[in-house]
C-alpha cells in the first residue's frame, strides 16, 4: 500500500531531520527510485516531501497553536481560512440517551467494514443514525478493533456491511477536490466528553490546539486533564479530529492511532490547506 511507503518515508525524515537527509536518502528507505518516490509522495500529499517536512518543524506548529489562541479568545474559529474549508466536510454530532448509554447498543443494528484511506486501512462502523466508530488499523490488527469496539456497543446487533461502509468512507475520502458533504456520528459519552468533542469538531483542518486550549474554549480553564482523557476517549478517528491536538512546546505528541500517522495527517491538512489558499489567491 502506498500509505505504509509515505509512513515510513515521514517516520524516517522525522527521525533524521537535523541530518537534512536526501532524497536519493529517503527514497532508499521505500525501495523506490528518486523520482518514483517522489511522484507518488507528491501524489499524496499535494507537495514535496521537503516542503512537506516544513509543516511538521517546530517553528511551523507553534505558529499555528498561537493563530488559533488568538481565534479562540475572538471566538472567531469559523473564520479561520473559510475559503480553503470549501471541501471541508460538514460533521453534526449526536449523543445516545442516558438510557442507551446504560444499555450498550441494545436493539441497534450496527454494520462495519475495513477500508482503504489517505492513512492506511480503517475500521469503520454504521448505524441508520450515523456513524458510530471509526478507527485506523495496522494489518493483522482488524479483529482487535472489532473486539475494542464491541465492548463499547456490546448489546448492539454488529454485522458485517462492507459495501454500506464504503459509501460513507468515500464522502468522507472523497477523490480530488469533491465537496465532502455532511455526515451525523452518532456516540457514546459523558456529557463532558460530548461537550469536549464538540469543542473539536469547531478545530478547522490545518489549524492546531492544545489540552490548555480546549480546555478554556469550554468555559473550563483548569480541565486541561480532564479535557485530555475525554481526548483519548474519542470514539471516531478523523471526523473529531483529536489528530489537532498538539503540545504547547509545538510537537505533534502521541496519538492512539500511532505517531507517524499523526504527523502524516497534521503534514496532509497543513498543504491541503495552504494549496487551497494559494489557488484562491491566484484565482
Not at 78 to 89: P, T
Not at 172 to 199: C, D, M, R, S, Y
Not at 263 to 275: D, L, V
Amino acid at each position: 500500500m502506498n500509505y505504509e511507503r509515505i509512513a515510513t518515508a515521514i517516520g524516517y525524515l522525522s527521525e533524521h531531520f537535523t541530518e537534512q537527509p536526501d532524497l536519493d536518502e529517503v527514497a532508499a528507505q521505500v525501495h523506490l527510485s528518486p523520482f518514483h518516490f517522489q511522484r507518488l509522495f507528491t501524489a499524496w500529499a499535494g507537495v514535496s516531501p521537503k516542503r512537506f517536512l516544513q509543516y511538521l518543524t517546530t517553528a511551523y506548529l507553534k505558529g499555528r497553536l498561537q493563530e488559533s489562541a488568538n481565534l479562540i479568545e475572538a471566538a472567531e474559529w469559523a473564520g479561520l481560512s473559510s475559503q480553503s474549508r470549501v471541501y471541508d466536510l460538514f460533521v453534526n454530532i449526536e449523543a445516545v440517551t442516558p438510557n442507551e448509554f446504560r444499555n450498550a447498543g441494545a436493539g441497534l443494528t450496527i454494520q462495519y467494514g475495513y477500508h482503504d484511506t489517505p492513512f492506511g486501512k480503517c475500521f469503520i462502523a454504521v448505524t441508520p443514525r450515523g456513524i458510530c466508530g471509526l478507527s485506523f488499523v495496522e494489518a493483522g490488527t482488524e479483529e482487535a478493533a472489532l473486539r475494542e469496539f464491541r465492548e463499547r456497543w456490546a448489546f448492539a446487533a454488529i454485522v458485517p456491511g462492507a459495501e454500506a461502509t464504503a459509501a460513507y468512507v468515500q464522502r468522507i475520502f472523497p477523490e480530488g477536490n469533491l465537496p465532502a458533504g455532511k455526515v451525523h456520528l452518532l456516540v457514546q459519552g459523558t456529557n463532558f466528553q460530548v461537550k469536549v468533542w464538540q469543542a473539536l469538531l469547531q478545530i478547522p483542518p490545518g489549524a492546531l490546539t492544545t489540552y490548555r486550549q480546549i480546555a478554556r474554549s469550554i468555559g473550563q480553564p483548569n480541565a486541561a486533564r480532564a479535557v485530555g482523557s475525554a481526548i483519548g476517549q474519542n470514539p471516531v478517528a478523523w471526523l473529531i479530529p483529536c489528530h489537532r491536538i498538539i503540545r504547547q512546546e509545538g510537537i505533534p505528541g502521541e496519538y492512539h492511532w500511532g505517531a507517524v500517522r499523526k504527523k502524516a495527517i497534521i503534514g496532509w491538512e497543513a498543504a491541503r490547506r495552504i494549496n487551497n489558499e494559494e489557488l484562491m489567491i491566484n484565482n
